[in-house]
């Protein structure tokens, strides 16, 4: 029998910052700078928090990962614990609702004007497109922490981000 730190299942793994940045709305290197308007700051702001709430949940799951007390039951209870809670934050994350929140109300000023320039249009369609990408990012993280705590099932219920 092999020991716990050899099982194929159990090697523990940290995810780079380029993991985690590659796989969470990569695209928002794309979107203009932050300091262009709190819409963009927000959006940016929210990107930031899911990197930083990745890389809390993968470390999380390391130090379980890496505890030679625990057995592999064990260990794979608390990754699914550490995995539901994050899951739950993950369905209600504020620094998501203030952003969709921001970037909605502008499209929506910018969809009742008649008279928008060549550029408040183009900034329009920017706006949509980072917004559905900040929606990507959001399933991008729930993939994330279902891979990282190695969980085989979504919950029965299913959160809704948008």
């Known amino acids: 029998m092999k020991p716990k730190d050899e099982e194929p299942d159990m090697i523990a793994h940290r995810l780079t910052d380029n993991e985690i940045r590659i796989r969470i709305?990569?695209?928002h290197l794309r979107w203009p700078r932050a300091d262009t308007s709190m819409v963009w700051r927000s959006l940016h702001d929210?990107?930031?928090q899911l990197h930083g709430?990745?890389?809390?949940?993968?470390?999380?799951?390391l130090q379980i990962e890496q505890t030679r007390e625990l057995g592999r039951d064990e260990i794979e209870r608390h990754r699914t614990e550490v995995g539901q809670q994050a899951l739950k934050k993950l369905a209600a994350f504020r620094?998501?609702?203030?952003?969709?929140?921001?970037?909605?109300?502008?499209?929506?000023?910018l969809q009742k004007r008649d008279?928008?320039?060549?550029?408040?249009?183009?900034?329009?369609?920017?706006?949509?497109m980072a917004?559905?990408?900040?929606?990507?990012g959001i399933a991008a993280m729930e993939r994330l922490l279902l891979e990282?705590?190695?969980?085989?099932?979504?919950?029965?219920?299913?959160?809704v981000y948008y």
Do not use: N, W, Y
Not at 95 to 109: G, N, R
Not at 118 to 127: N, V
């Open 53 to 61: 709430f990745a890389r809390t949940i993968d470390e999380d799951c």
């Open 95 to 109: 620094p998501f609702q203030i952003a969709k929140q921001a970037a909605s109300k502008e499209i929506e000023t």
């Open 46 to 48: 929210c990107v930031q």
């Open 25 to 27: 709305a990569p695209a």
């Open 131 to 136: 917004l559905d990408e900040l929606r990507g």
């Open 115 to 128: 008279d928008l320039t060549f550029q408040e249009a183009q900034g329009k369609q920017r706006l949509m």
């Open 148 to 159: 990282r705590c190695k969980m085989s099932e979504r919950p029965a219920r299913r959160p």
